[in-house]
């Protein structure tokens, strides 16, 4: 998702900085921290999303696995999850990912600080 018009996600403080636009290339995925929370935030297709960064099904951090595309793999028993909305696409998962929103803004990248 890109950043247009609106408030600054730097002044406003609802986001936190995650790296640099070109630090992040198609289909790789960056560990962060929100709080107390593990969040892994993509780019597939162009855009950059945010999701909860443990596996829903077991433990298991998703910055280990494999973006191709949309679809978030996990390292551990290779369930699937959508990384636009957090929904299971293949098991043995079936509990869908908590979603973040990520803004890429004048060559950075920023991730909500609240789920949603």
Not at 27 to 34: A, N, Q, R, S, Y
Not at 75 to 94: K, M, N, Q, W, Y
Request: charged share 25%; net charge negative.
């Amino acid at each position: 998702m890109q950043h247009t018009e609106g408030s600054n996600p730097v002044s406003d403080n609802a986001y936190i900085y995650v790296c640099s636009s070109s630090e992040l290339e198609e289909d790789d995925l960056f560990e962060c921290e929100i709080g107390t929370e593990t969040v892994v935030v993509g780019r597939g297709e162009g855009n950059v999303y945010a999701v909860q960064g443990i596996c829903s099904h077991a433990y298991a951090e998703l910055a280990d696995g494999e973006l191709d595309g949309t679809c978030l793999t996990c390292p551990l028993h290779f369930a699937c999850f959508d990384i636009r909305d957090g929904s299971v696409l293949e098991g043995p998962a079936d509990t869908p990912l908590q979603v973040y929103k990520a803004i890429e803004a004048d060559g950075s990248i920023w991730v909500s600080r609240e789920r949603g």
